[in-house]
């Protein structure tokens, strides 16, 4: 069984800058892929960004240039590191291992 612990989330001013971090226990973290997702009120879970066991990367467009996802396998963690935030980015932001484990997200708001 895998748990996640997401932390890092908050309060900032559109133009900020936020680093999710999420914390994985009860798995091989190196062979895992890993993502983050994003939830805003009334609309779907989406995909963020997201990471190979080798270290590829993909974001979603409204994304790229903006956040950076990485992974530090001696700490079996991964981070979301956010800058430029917009209000659109306003969500509760998950983190997930290997797409079948998930934690219980880390709210983020972006005020204008």
């Known amino acids: 069984q895998v748990q996640l612990v997401e932390s890092g989330g908050g309060s900032v001013q559109a133009g900020g800058s936020l680093r999710l971090s999420c914390a994985a226990s009860?798995?091989?973290?190196?062979?895992?892929?890993l993502g983050w997702y994003r939830q805003a009120p009334g609309k779907q879970r989406e995909l963020v960004a997201s990471i190979s066991a080798g270290g590829s990367t993909n974001y979603v467009d409204s994304v790229k240039g903006r956040f950076t996802i990485s992974r530090d396998n001696r700490k079996n963690t991964v981070y979301l590191e956010m800058n430029s935030l917009v209000p659109e980015d306003t969500a509760v932001y998950y983190c997930?291992?290997?797409?079948?484990?998930w934690g219980r997200g880390t709210q983020v708001t972006v005020s204008s």
């Open positions: 997930t291992f290997s797409g079948t484990y």
């Open positions: 009860g798995g091989i973290f190196s062979r895992a892929g």
